[in-house]
């Protein structure tokens, strides 16, 4: 067997909220963050809400974002819980429901900064 075999043999990789490959190594940890994003669908920022939800995903293969409306019971709960007060607003959360880091109203986080994040 050679090397680049045993290396990966050896290799410890952790896994998004849907099982997914995710970027960046662990030591045997399985992470499962959720990544959010809090939005009103028929607000002027709609559009950008979705437009980052694609970009992100193309760019972090694997990787997702989790819409949630506002105007829908879940999306008003979660903002509740986290005390969001501004919209559109990105959390990563932890798989224990406890809050990583938020991002409240505009500009929008640079893409890699959101899924570090979300990658633990």
């Given amino acids: 067997m050679n090397n680049f075999v045993k290396s990966l043999r050896n290799l410890k990789l952790f896994y998004n909220k849907n099982l997914y490959l995710a970027t960046g190594v662990s030591d045997g940890i399985i992470s499962i963050m959720r990544t959010v994003i809090l939005y009103h669908p028929k607000s002027e920022f709609a559009g950008l809400a979705e437009d980052y939800k694609r970009d992100y995903e193309r760019r972090h293969y ?40 938020m991002w409240q109203d505009l500009p929008w986080p640079p893409l890699d900064e959101v899924a570090a994040y979300s990658t633990g």
Avoid: F
């Fill in 62 to 101: 694997g990787q997702e974002i989790e819409m949630l409306s506002l105007e829908e019971v879940e999306g008003a709960e979660t903002a509740k819980t986290y005390d969001i007060v501004r919209y559109p607003a990105i959390l990563a959360i932890k798989d224990d429901g406890s809050l990583l880091k």
